[in-house]
Every structure is written in C-alpha cells, then in structure tokens.
Antibody, heavy 123, light 106 residues
Framework: QVQLQESGPGLVKPSETLSLTCTVSGDSISSSTYYWAWIRQPPGKGLEWIGTIYYSGTTYYYNPSLKSRVTMSVDTSKNQLSLKLRSVTAADTAVFYC??????????????WGQGTLVTVSS | SYELTQPPSVSVSPGQTASITCSGDKLGDTYTCWYQQKPGQSPVVVIYQDTKRPSGIPERFSGSNSGNTATLTISGTQAMDEADYYCQAWDSSTVVFGGGTKLTVL
C-alpha cells in the first residue's frame, strides 16, 4: 500500500521560497501508471490543486493561478517529489498535501494522499 | 477559468438520504469524482469516474453526472458520514475542485 509523507519547514518568511518534499513508500515513483501532485488547503477553507508531474519530470501541469511561482520536480533515486513556491505571502499559509493521481486526464482522481503539512507564512 | 459550485452545507437525519450537488458548465461531458474529508484528516476519494466506488467505500455512497450537475448520494446516512465533501473535475489540463459542502447528520 502506497504511503506519502510530506516534510519541510513549518514557517516561511514573506517573500521567501517555500520548499517541501514528499517521500513515497510502497510504490515506485517511476511507475508508469501514476502521476504525482501537490494540493493545498488554507485553514478552514477548501482544496486547491497546485500541480501534477510525471516521474520523468518532462510532463507536468500547474494551476494557472500559481504557475509563475511554482516549480515541481521528481527525484527517482530517492522516490521523492518536491515543490517550490516562490515569493510567498500570508495568503499561501495552508496545509500542503502530496497525492498520487491516477492519470493526467478526466479519469485522474487522487487515490492516495499524504497526511499533509502545515506551512505558515509569517515574519 | 472553470468553476465547480457546491452548496456550503447540507443537513440530513440519520438513516435518510443525503444528496450533494456539484454544478459546472457541461460537467456531464467529463468525469467527476468526490472526496470525503473529516476534521484533521486527509481527503479520501469516495466516488471516481462519476459512479465508481473504490474498494472499502460503503455501498451507500453513489454518484451520478449529467448535464451541468454531478450528484453524490449517501443512502441511509450514518453519523460517521458527517464530513466535508469536495467534487473534482478536469478541464483544459487543469484540476478543479468545488468549494466543498459540509454534511451535517442530525
């Protein structure tokens, strides 16, 4: 059974870069079957998709509203995916989840999720 | 950008049927899935590809999608079903979530 675990700083200063890592166990991130995603949820609010990437790193889609500040990458040797979100503000304070996505299409639901990690943007 | 609209809240009595809607332009032309999220927990998919239930999800959860509206139906609602529910669809290479519906069982 696949497990995903997010890690990274819980506090980031405004204007700096938020960096998170998701470690995948129980499945190879190089599996050709799945894609890997980041999703966030501000406290008390709904879910917002950040982006999805394939293990090759050459296929990815980002939320248009975040595209200019987001970079996602995959390290197959460590079975990890990473997220960088630049120039953060208080509005970026959220629980960040990594998730496995069944496909990069209409059939692509998120079938496994990490436990999430809270990142607060504050000076 | 594509938007999915859900009612903020739905209330249901135990044992009754709860229906949660998700509206979007021509939503029936694509697939919708539904997630359940309980306080302090990660979301769990309860319906995918409009009508399919993942292994381990009770049969009382069902889904439909036609026209501009997808519906999650919970038959014989139990207290344990009280949670936030989110619909999700795919549009123009982006994932879209609905705003979420808080289901109260009272």
């Amino acid at each position: 059974q696949v497990q995903l675990q997010e890690s990274g700083p819980g506090l980031v200063k405004p204007s700096e870069t938020l960096s998170l890592t998701c470690t995948v166990s129980g499945d190879s991130i190089s599996s050709s079957t799945y894609y890997w995603a980041w999703i966030r949820q501000p406290p008390g609010k709904g879910l917002e998709w950040i982006g999805t990437i394939y293990y090759s790193g050459t296929t990815y889609y980002y939320n248009p509203s975040l595209k200019s500040r987001v970079t996602m990458s995959v390290d197959t040797s460590k079975n990890q995916l990473s997220l960088k979100l630049r120039s953060v503000t208080a509005a970026d304070t959220a629980v960040f989840y990594c998730a496995r996505q069944a496909s990069l299409a209409a059939t692509g639901n998120f079938d496994s999720w990490g436990q999430g990690t809270l990142v607060t943007v504050s000076s | 950008s594509y938007e999915l609209t859900q009612p903020p809240s739905v209330s249901v009595s135990p044992g009754q049927t709860a229906s949660i809607t998700c509206s979007g332009d021509k939503l029936g032309d694509t697939y919708t899935c539904w997630y359940q999220q309980k306080p302090g927990q990660s979301p769990v998919v309860v319906i995918y590809q409009d009508t399919k239930r993942p292994s381990g999800i009770p049969e009382r959860f069902s889904g439909s999608n036609s026209g501009n509206t997808a519906t999650l139906t919970i038959s014989g609602t139990q207290a344990m079903d009280e949670a936030d529910y989110y619909c999700q669809a795919w549009d123009s290479s982006t994932v879209v979530f609905g705003g979420g519906t808080k289901l109260t069982v009272l």
